[in-house]
């Protein structure tokens, strides 16, 4: 069966001007220091032929073998790495994650390695510097979350900014400034995130606003960002599979209301953490919310973040009227990502996701993550790039900051966006996913275009094509022809399963 619709050249009215830094990414803290994070999926994982062992308990994730494995520090200096980054072209560099919670900052080089008391980690003077020289060697903004844990909390009382102070005023020595920070990461699951035992909202509440007030008065260039919520039960829809962000609703969570109602300092950016439903590692444990790999191309699966988006925007005009809404973790599946996380099939996801918030609200989105776990736009250690990350860098190439209006043209299996052109040329750029399996669908071009066309040899190949071509590095860190084909005006037959960019 094929399916026709007629693209406009031009006339659609203009939704809203989106941030050109909107396609971001994250650097977990635990892989800026070294430590535990989500354990590698086996070939068989990946193929879908290998099955997952239980899991009963989520209590100390961070320490769970079954999930977890040891990874060393990320080498930030690596030229691969540096070199793709960069092609993504501007972005922000989120450094955080639940275990940025509980780390210490040994910038004086006095802990030998260990954690003091009530942190479980250290970060030391030659790490940051490494961080610091990554965001500006890739034209970077930086955000962060700072330590709230035991440590921070001398007698069980209020925050002790010592911590806080102490990494903003090294950036600000060093010439990197911290550009954003969020408080704390996902503080609706209070102590899963690291928070001390018997932490209350009004306690985060609280030290929030310490930590705001501080940073308004020393950093007053800084965005204030949060609160950077997960799964929360407030914005949770009648039947959904999941709260946005998997994880947190499984954990003992509070609302945003509780969070934000009694906070004095005015946030900048709202943000909260979006992933469709969890992974199958952590399947057992809430089996209504994972999406298994058959779905993972349907209407109902990449509606998930639109509607997460649309979800948490009373919040945002509750507690940040008037100002972008970042989603500062997202991904495929809670837990580590999906096996099919590093596959063409989660590419659908990635654009439909970029697209549809583009025309939903102005903001960013955080990709956990840059260079970790199965998730990530690079593979780890290899930093070969996975079909997200191409598929980011022809979204970052070719869609233009000026959203068009063009929903009227989505259908059943047919999801079409339309921005201007990144090139700053008179036009209008079309993302088209076609994302049934079985039909094609055609599109009538009223001019010739430029056509990029993504597809792979299965849905869960780990080697995407760009109109016909393998996307693979062809040396150290050189790109593979990313060149567009010549089309036509007139019909242009788009294949089952393809995500296509037409440049007019």
């Not at 952590?282 to 790999?293: F, L």
Request: hydrophobic share 35%; net charge negative.
């Amino acid at each position: 069966m094929s399916r026709t619709i007629q693209l406009p050249s031009s006339g659609f009215p203009i939704l809203r001007t989106v941030d050109k830094r909107l396609a971001s990414y994250n650097i977990e803290m635990t892989e800026i220091t070294g430590g535990t994070f989500w354990k590698a999926y086996t070939p068989g994982q990946i193929s879908g032929t290998e099955a997952f062992p239980p899991v009963t308990n989520l209590q100390d994730i961070t320490a769970m073998a079954e999930l977890m494995q040891y990874y060393p520090p990320i080498d930030l200096s690596n030229e691969r790495l540096k070199k793709l980054t960069r092609e993504l072209g501007p972005a922000w560099i989120r450094i955080s994650g639940t275990w940025a919670t509980k780390t210490y900052y040994d910038f004086e080089g006095t802990t030998g390695g260990k954690a003091p008391d009530g942190y479980q980690s250290v970060l030391t003077k030659e790490q940051w510097l490494g961080v610091l020289n990554f965001v500006k060697a890739v034209n970077g903004k930086l955000l962060i979350s700072v330590s709230n844990c035991t440590g921070d909390h001398p007698g069980g009382g209020p925050l002790d900014l010592s911590q806080a102070k102490k990494i903003f005023d090294f950036s600000h020595a060093y010439g990197v400034e911290i550009d954003a920070v969020e408080f704390m990461n996902e503080p609706n699951m209070l102590e899963l995130s690291g928070a001390p035992a018997g932490y209350t909202p009004a306690d985060y509440a609280r030290d929030q606003d310490i930590l705001n007030t501080w940073v308004r008065e020393n950093y007053p260039g800084c965005l204030i960002v949060g609160p950077c919520t997960t799964g929360d039960p407030s914005v949770a829809r009648a039947g959904q599979r999941s709260l946005g962000a998997g994880i947190g609703s499984i954990a003992k969570s509070c609302t945003t209301h509780e969070l934000l109602a009694g906070t004095k300092v005015p946030l900048d950016v709202f943000s909260y953490h979006y992933y469709n439903g969890v992974s199958e590692r952590i399947a057992s444990m809430m089996p209504d919310a994972h999406w298994p790999a058959e779905l993972a191309h349907s209407d109902e699966y990449l509606a998930v973040a639109p509607d997460c988006a649309k979800d948490h925007i009373p919040l945002r005009d509750r507690y940040a009227p008037g100002k972008p809404m970042w989603v500062t973790e997202s991904g495929d599946a809670g837990g580590g990502g999906d096996t099919w996380a590093s596959t063409y099939l989660d590419v659908l996801r990635t654009l439909n996701e970029l697209g549809s918030f583009s025309a939903i609200t102005d903001g960013v989105i955080f990709h956990n993550t840059l260079a970790s776990s199965d998730y990530g736009f690079l593979e780890h250690g290899s930093f070969k790039p996975r079909p997200n990350y191409f598929a980011v860098l022809l979204w970052n190439r070719l869609m233009g900051t000026t959203v068009y209006d063009c929903g009227a043209l989505q259908g059943r299996e047919q999801h079409i966006y339309c921005h201007s052109r990144r090139d700053g040329k008179a036009g209008v750029v079309y993302l088209i996913l076609n994302n049934s399996l079985t039909d094609t669908l055609t599109v009538q071009l009223p001019r010739p275009a430029e056509r990029y066309t993504l597809n792979a040899d299965t849905m869960r190949s780990t080697i995407m094509r760009l109109n016909g071509r393998p996307l693979i590095l062809s040396g150290p860190a050189e790109l593979p022809d990313l060149s567009p084909q010549a089309v036509e005006a007139g019909s242009v037959t788009l294949d089952p399963g393809t995500c296509t960019f037409l440049v007019l």
